[in-house]
């Protein structure tokens, strides 16, 4: 039996660790849930009940938390290589970062996204443009270093995590917020994204919105 990832259809963080499985040729059987519903299994491996889970098939205890994963990936089965060398540490330390920020965006959206799921009059405006100026604030960011990479990727020349990170919020932005202006506010990222989502790895990991059972509260 293959190592099992637990994933959900929209989930970007679990798309970092989707891609990067296959860009490194690694077996793995794909388990998709909805982790709000109560028959999510995320909590018999997480403690914080949240996927992606990657489930081994030999007994080790399974690993979580996206980055982390990425990080078992790298360290384990560091070819292809998805990050700079430690003698590029300042272009691996960049990539990390832009990971950060990417990671960030997604969260404050699906902060923003729940906030909107409540009666009307249970939502905080307050609370909800809070998140959406980190959702801005992290474009931006991305934005300012698409412009500034040479080499269409965004750190050195080739795929890296950052690339994984943000591509996989794009995409996330584009399923979770569609009215959301970012293409038309930022041209070259637009480009950069639809370039990269042509990549196979890409093509076959793209997000689909997904049905709640549960009501998520
Ligand atoms: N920091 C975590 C975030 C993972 C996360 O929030 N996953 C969501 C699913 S999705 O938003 O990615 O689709 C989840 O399991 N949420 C369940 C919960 O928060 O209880 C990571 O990077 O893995």
Known sequence: ???QLISATPSPYARKVRIALQEKGLDFELKT???WDHT????QYNPLEKLPVLVFNDGRPAIYESHYILEYLETKFPEPSLLPSLKDADDRLLAKQIEVVA???CDALVLAFFEGLREEDKQSKPWRDRQMRKVEGGLRALASWVEQSKSGYLVQNRLTYADLAAVSVLGFMAVRLPQ???REQ???LEEYWKRLEERPSFVNTRPV???FTDPVV
């Not at 999510?40 to 909590?43: C, D, I, K, L, S």
């Open 180 to 182: 959301h202006k970012w």
């Open 33 to 35: 849930e909805v982790p």
């Open 209 to 211: 919105a997904q049905k």
């Open 186 to 188: 930022y041209p070259h």
């Open 103 to 105: 990671d960030g965006i």
């Open 40 to 43: 999510t299994e995320t909590p």
């Open 1 to 3: 039996m293959a190592w």
